[in-house]
Structures are given as structure tokens and as C-alpha cells.
Nanobody, 118 residues
């Protein structure tokens, strides 16, 4: 079992930045691939960024160059640095853990709201 707790969301003006954090507990963090998803009102949840056990990253086309995912295995935490925020980035952002290792069990956090508005 993995417990995930997101933080760092909030209200920010267009062009601003935020750093989301997701603290994991309950299992060996380094054995899990991690990802950030988001869900805007009346839209399906979508993958924003992912990072593998080995540190390889992937991003949705809509966020490439603006979002950066990273992980700190010593702190059991995954981060999402969000720059150049746009109103269309407004959504609830969810942390996801998949694993351990080649297993495909998904764990989710409760989400953190990001609102981009002037």
C-alpha cells in the first residue's frame, strides 16, 4: 500500500509558477513509477507528466517546455514544477504511483487544485 499526499496548489496569475509536491509513504518509494495527472471540470483525467524508477521522464504535448517532473527518493517525494501557467492549466492535479517494479497497481492522492486566473 502506498499513501500519497499532494500539496502546493493554489491560485496563480497567468504566466506564474507553482511547484506541486507529492509525499509518499507506506512502501518503498524508489520501486514505483510516479506521475502527475490532472482533471479539469467536465473533462477526463489526463496524464501530464511521468517519471520512471530510473528517472526517465515523459510529458503531455500541451505541457512540454513548461512543466518539469522530478523525484527525490531520499525524501519519498515527487515534484511537478509548473511554469508559464495558462488558464487552461486550471484543474485538480493528482499524484499517481504505479508498481512496485513491474506490477501495475495504481495508487492515487486526493488531488490539489490549481487555478490560473487574473
Amino acid at each position: 500500500q502506498v499513501q500519497l499526499v499532494e500539496s502546493g496548489g493554489g491560485l496563480v496569475q497567468p504566466g506564474g509558477s507553482l511547484r506541486l509536491s507529492c509525499a509518499a509513504s507506506g512502501s518503498i518509494f524508489s520501486l514505483y513509477a510516479m506521475a502527475w495527472y490532472r482533471q479539469a471540470p467536465e473533462k477526463e483525467r489526463e496524464l501530464v507528466a511521468g517519471i520512471t524508477i530510473g528517472g526517465s521522464t515523459n510529458y503531455a504535448d500541451s505541457v512540454k517546455g513548461r512543466f518539469t517532473i522530478s523525484r527525490d527518493n531520499a525524501k519519498n517525494t515527487v515534484y511537478l514544477q509548473i511554469d508559464s501557467l495558462k488558464p487552461e492549466d486550471t484543474a485538480v492535479y493528482y499524484c499517481n504511483a504505479k508498481g512496485p517494479l513491474m506490477a501495475t497497481i495504481d495508487y492515487w492522492g486526493q488531488g490539489t487544485q490549481v487555478t490560473v486566473s487574473s
